[in-house]
């Protein structure tokens, strides 16, 4: 049995506390906690701090700690809590930002899908993609070890970058863990048909970092076209505005200053 | 900062990668449409670096790599897919690519594949 250093919020306060973890589940050594894993239905992970939330319970218990312990700490719960659960090879990321990542390998480990997100979980690495973050699940082909072999392709969102991830294993576990994958994620899904081709351009541009001057010299149309493709991209909730810029003109006292600084 | 030559079938694509790298100091010493175009291309204006489609007519991306290779077989060329091409990779890389990129790509990814590219 490990005992981990950690702190526990306790009643909004951070209690230093040793943690015990066992086969079946995890206890303070001040007994403000004591947790079976197959009790356990979520887990996030911000920063240091772990939120772990039990099944009919509304506030999740928070543990904070240093990330070689967290990493522990993720890795017993996530192998053992309550969630769909099945044993797999990962490669995440795969790619970032439309680039291949050059020392990306397949890990084995498993996935667990919980109720805020998919796990990826090995011996070395714990890997959460929030299902608000999921941008698209498909099942694809991949080169593995010289065979095409079906694999899920999951496009997530991280900071600001897409990120592609695959998961890897028997055809039949693979088709369940799709259809499961597909169903927590129907929110997301699209008829693709909702926009007409100079709005789906300007959304590629859009996605590839362009700004709306770049938009506007690129497609050649006008700021008024561009903005009226942005409401209906934000009308369909496939955009969010981040920024509003304001285009001014000087005052007479405005160009008087300017001819002023600009005497010799 | 290298001088670039963009190889794509469609302007659009062309249009956008020309702004990507110009954004981040690159010069786009010229384009081309087609694989027979590219090796054409490559042999007059001698680029630092090509972006090169794979699908394309006449000559496609990876019969243009090697060709390309032949001519100068320190060439750097990054590959350039649509997504369910990443099949080519291998191939790809194979016949002597120094990245791939798959569209759609975000911008500060692709500066950042050409500079490592560039920097190799």
Known sequence: MSSLPVKIEVQGKWIAAKLALDAEGMKSSDNTLAVQYKSIVDLEAKGSVLSIVIKGQKDPIRIASVAKVLSIVKRQILASCSA??????????????????????????????????????????????????????????????????????????????????LVLCPITTLQVLYNFLKESTKGMDMAGNELDPQSAQVAMLVYSGMDTASIENMLNVSQRDVDHIYDVLIKQGLAEVVVTRREVKLTTKGVRYISDATKV | MGKILIVDDTLFMRTLLKNILFSGGHTIVGEAENGEDAIAKYQELKPDLVTMDVVMPKKNGIEALQGIREIDPNAKVVMCTAVGQEQMVKLAVKSGAKGYIVKPFQAPKVLEEVKNVLGA
């Open chain 1, 84 to 165: 769909y659960r099945l044993s797999t090879f990962f490669m995440s990321p795969a790619v970032r930002g439309g680039v291949f990542v050059k020392d990306a390998n397949w890990e084995k480990g498993g996935i667990a899908v919980l109720v805020s997100g998919i796990w990826f979980f090995s011996k070395d690495h714990q890997i959460c993609v929030p299902m608000d973050d999921v941008a698209s699940i498909e099942m694809t082909k991949r080169e593995v070890q010289g065979k095409n072999i079906d694999v899920i392709k999951i496009d997530h969102i991280e900071e600001s970058d897409v990120v592609t991830s």
